[in-house]
């Protein structure tokens, strides 16, 4: 049976509503974050919490541990009896301590704290180089492949520099100056970016002339806002990718020139392999030469796998 509205007054059958503009425009879809996705299909695979849990822990141990230590590389330059000792030796001469576990090294120093003070300062070059190069080579090299006019300028200094191997302008430039972090930083950033640089200018130019990027310069939109609004976004996969083959790259370079003797003073990975090389053949030295090199491989190993498995969750195609 239907019942009987007309005992009901207006007011008591009809209400107003209220319009609004923003009410409207939502969408009841929920909300897609691109991060989030990324994430959920890196954190897929186990390989990768495991590979990301021993980068954070080489990261974090490699900065708090000699914080709390105050590592000091000659408090036993003067006792003979410390010199060149084995994991065994140490520990039972100095005592059941953490820092002696790897043995010490020629002035007496221990391995297992120079390791680490060592991994500090070579992790700080990879972070601050690929942090420069890679905003500098990713935001020039967009520019680069959308702009001919700039294209014209940097594909003649690409042509120029670019033929230059780039171990040779770092020997050069760490011979000039006094061999510093900051040498070295200077060294590895100073035409660093250029091959990035134009690595994204070919990705550019892969996307360059589609119908939103076209739609955009006619609305008279700028080529820098076009290059970061509309294509960079577009190329986060690549540029992680890339992100996760420079890191590495850093530290190689740097253990690279320390072994040959032209890396900078402080005691990072690849002077500590430099100072002990000839520890490598000696019985009973080779912990200090093998520590060191074990360190360095595991970063650059790790970093990369986190890195090139990070650049594939980045990729949109994964997250169907």
């Given at each position: 049976?239907?019942?009987?509205?007309?005992?009901?007054?207006?007011?008591?059958?009809?209400?107003?509503?209220?319009?609004?503009?923003?009410?409207?425009?939502?969408?009841?879809?929920?909300?897609?974050?691109?991060?989030?996705?990324?994430?959920?299909?890196?954190?897929?695979?186990?390989?990768?919490?495991?590979?990301?849990?021993?980068?954070?822990?080489?990261?974090?141990?490699?900065?708090?541990?000699?914080?709390?230590?105050?590592?000091?590389?000659?408090?036993?330059?003067?006792?003979?009896?410390a010199k060149h000792l084995g994991p065994a030796q140490a520990l039972n001469y100095f005592g059941h301590e953490l820092k002696w576990i790897l043995g010490s090294g020629a002035s007496g120093e221990s391995t297992f704290d120079a390791v680490w003070n060592g991994s500090r300062i070579s992790i700080s070059l990879a972070f601050i180089c690929a942090a420069i190069n890679m905003t500098v080579g990713v935001m020039l090299g967009a520019v680069w492949g959308f702009?001919?006019?700039?294209?014209?300028?940097?594909?003649?200094?690409?042509?120029?520099?670019?033929?230059?191997?780039?171990?040779?302008?770092?020997?050069?430039?760490?011979?000039?100056?006094?061999?510093?972090?900051?040498?070295?930083?200077?060294?590895?950033?100073?035409?660093?970016?250029?091959?990035?640089?134009?690595?994204?200018?070919?990705?550019?130019?892969?996307?360059?002339?589609?119908?939103?990027?076209?739609?955009?310069?006619?609305?008279?939109?700028?080529?820098?806002?076009?290059?970061?609004?509309?294509?960079?976004?577009?190329?986060?996969?690549?540029?992680?990718?890339?992100?996760?083959?420079?890191?590495?790259?850093?530290?190689?370079?740097?253990?690279?020139?320390?072994?040959?003797?032209?890396?900078?003073?402080?005691?990072?990975?690849?002077?500590?392999?430099?100072?002990?090389?000839?520890?490598?053949?000696?019985?009973?030295?080779?912990?200090?030469?093998?520590?060191?090199?074990?360190?360095?491989?595991?970063?650059?190993?790790?970093?990369?796998?986190?890195?090139?498995?990070?650049?594939?969750?980045?990729?949109?195609?994964?997250?169907?």
């Amino acid at each position: 049976m239907h019942e009987d509205l007309s005992q009901y007054t207006d007011e008591e059958l009809f209400a107003p509503v209220s319009h609004s503009d923003a009410e409207s425009e939502k969408i009841a879809a929920p909300r897609y974050s691109y991060w989030k996705s990324v994430f959920r299909v890196f954190f897929r695979k186990k390989v990768n919490i495991i590979a990301l849990c021993l980068l954070l822990f080489v990261i974090l141990f490699a900065y708090i541990y000699p914080a709390v230590t105050s590592y000091d590389a000659y408090a036993n330059l003067l006792d003979p009896n410390a010199k060149h000792l084995g994991p065994a030796q140490a520990l039972n001469y100095f005592g059941h301590e953490l820092k002696w576990i790897l043995g010490s090294g020629a002035s007496g120093e221990s391995t297992f704290d120079a390791v680490w003070n060592g991994s500090r300062i070579s992790i700080s070059l990879a972070f601050i180089c690929a942090a420069i190069n890679m905003t500098v080579g990713v935001m020039l090299g967009a520019v680069w492949g959308f702009s001919k006019k700039v294209d014209m300028v940097m594909m003649e200094v690409y042509t120029i520099i670019g033929n230059v191997p780039m171990i040779l302008i770092i020997s050069v430039l760490s011979m000039l100056f006094s061999p510093t972090f900051w040498t070295m930083v200077f060294a590895l950033t100073i035409v660093g970016w250029l091959s990035i640089a134009y690595f994204i200018r070919t990705q550019v130019l892969i996307i360059r002339d589609r119908e939103y990027n076209l739609a955009s310069r006619c609305l008279g939109t700028s080529i820098f806002k076009i290059a970061t609004k509309n294509i960079l976004p577009f190329m986060t996969s690549v540029i992680v990718t890339l992100l996760a083959t420079e890191l590495p790259s850093y530290i190689s370079y740097e253990v690279f020139l320390s072994y040959i003797g032209m890396g900078m003073s402080e005691m990072s990975l690849g002077r500590l392999i430099y100072a002990a090389e000839a520890a490598m053949v000696t019985p009973g030295w080779q912990m200090e030469f093998w520590s060191p090199v074990a360190i360095a491989s595991i970063i650059t190993v790790v970093l990369y796998v986190v890195g090139q498995n990070l650049g594939d969750a980045s990729d949109p195609r994964t997250h169907m």
